[in-house]
């Protein structure tokens, strides 16, 4: 019955999925949380070398680390005597803001960061970074926003959502990620931006979830962006609670 009602569950996010979001990049780039994930959700194994991206009293740092996979009991379907759950953690003292893997000439050290933290764009918001002192970054949200229909007060729905990102002297922009609806229990954030390839330019960490219980963790990089695109999508870790 468990397996069941987590398999509606995962249907259900597939239809709930951002067609808008750009397709992965071909690369072999992973993406990695620490914490505890139904079994299907990792495929790291213990031992590998991934490099975590660490808030230090230097800053932020990019330090090599050993993973370790526990299998655990999955409160959700696993029956008492099972251990199909896995807890994913490092051989570091603290815990990464996230892990990557695959990403070439990736070194340890200090990593260049204008943003960590939560942060929701609403419809006509934006937030700015000035990168290297030359160029300024701008991530613009736009949308339709209305009253859910029997909701509470204050309860919006947003639609024809999307993301775009820009870079002085403006020439260039992007839409990230379009959603065609949102709900606010279930809304995509910014989590981390600076550059963690290396190359002098912007790259991004999201979630870009549209409903409560998925989470999908999502990483742009620079250096793989084609054409006139300022960011690709590198790599992406997907999880669901319940």
Not at 19 to 28: N, R, T
Not at 196 to 225: A, Q
Request: glycine share 10%; net charge neutral.
């Amino acid at each position: 019955m468990k397996i069941f009602f987590l398999n509606i569950l995962f249907l259900g996010f597939l239809t709930l999925s951002s067609a808008g979001v750009q397709e992965l990049s071909k690369s072999e780039i992973s993406l990695l949380q620490v914490g505890q994930y139904h079994g299907k959700e990792v495929s790291a194994q213990s031992g590998e070398l991934w490099f975590g991206l660490y808030q230090t009293e230097k800053g932020y740092e990019l330090i090599p680390s050993r993973i370790s996979i526990e299998l655990i009991n999955d409160a959700i379907v696993d029956d008492k005597d099972q251990k199909t759950g896995k807890k994913v953690s490092v051989d570091q003292p603290s815990e990464p803001l996230f892990l990557v893997k695959g990403l070439k000439n990736l070194k340890g050290g200090l990593v260049k960061t204008v943003f960590s933290g939560k942060k929701f764009l609403y419809p006509a918001e934006s937030i700015s970074f000035k990168f290297d002192g030359k160029n300024y970054y701008n991530l613009t949200a736009f949308g339709e926003v209305k009253d859910r229909e029997g909701g509470k007060p204050f309860e919006i729905i947003i639609s024809n959502y999307s993301i775009k990102i820009s870079r002085s002297p403006w020439e260039y922009s992007q839409v990230l990620v379009s959603f065609d609806l949102l709900a606010m229990d279930g809304i995509p954030t910014l989590l981390w931006a600076g550059d963690l390839d290396g190359d002098g330019k912007l790259d991004l960490l999201m979630n870009l979830t549209n409903h409560y219980n998925l989470t999908v963790y999502t990483l742009f990089l620079s250096s793989l962006s084609e054409g006139n695109n300022l960011l690709k999508k590198a790599a992406e870790f997907r999880t669901t609670g319940c």
